[in-house]
């Protein structure tokens, strides 16, 4: 037996294809690969922000690019619940807008 058999290690490409990070999405629960995916962080002081980065300090939450998650994670408080904190109305529609806004720019990319 060699000792990739013993140890179950594969070639380089597979460890790698194996590490990527898996997140699920607050929408639609369907879990894909990180980069794949929105982040949403509560900051230290309460505020929720888009973090295009996947960098910012706190407590983070993922999306789909598709405006029907962001408007399942909204309307049933999916979000909220996952960041540990209550959004109001305004903050909700402006999340809202910028998951609509995410499809606007896939139609118009496509169109190009």
Same mark, same amino acid.
């Given at each position: 037996? /060699? %000792? /990739? ?5 594969? *070639?380089?490409?597979? !460890? @790698?294809?194996?590490?990527? &990070?898996?997140? /699920?999405? +607050?929408?639609? =629960?369907?879990? =894909?690969?990180?980069? @794949?995916?929105?982040? #949403? ?8 922000? +888009?973090?295009?980065?996947?960098? %910012?300090?706190? =407590? ?6 598709? &405006? ?9 408080? =999916? ?7 209550? #959004? ?6 402006? #999340?809202?807008?910028?998951? @609509?806004? #995410? !499809?606007?720019? %896939?139609?118009?990319?496509? !169109? *190009?």
């Amino acid at each position: 037996m /060699s %000792k /990739s058999e013993v140890t179950g290690a594969g *070639s380089k490409q597979e !460890a @790698q294809a194996r590490l990527l &990070p898996q997140r /699920s999405c +607050v929408g639609c =629960r369907q879990v =894909r690969d990180k980069r @794949q995916l929105i982040r #949403l962080v509560r900051l230290g002081n309460g505020e929720v922000e +888009v973090d295009v980065t996947g960098k %910012k300090s706190g =407590r983070g939450a993922y999306l789909c690019p598709r &405006p029907n998650c962001w408007q399942e994670g909204l309307k049933k408080d =999916r979000l909220g619940r996952a960041l540990h904190t209550s #959004l109001t109305k305004e903050k909700r529609q402006r #999340l809202l807008e910028y998951g @609509q806004s #995410l !499809a606007d720019e %896939k139609i118009t990319g496509a !169109a *190009s």
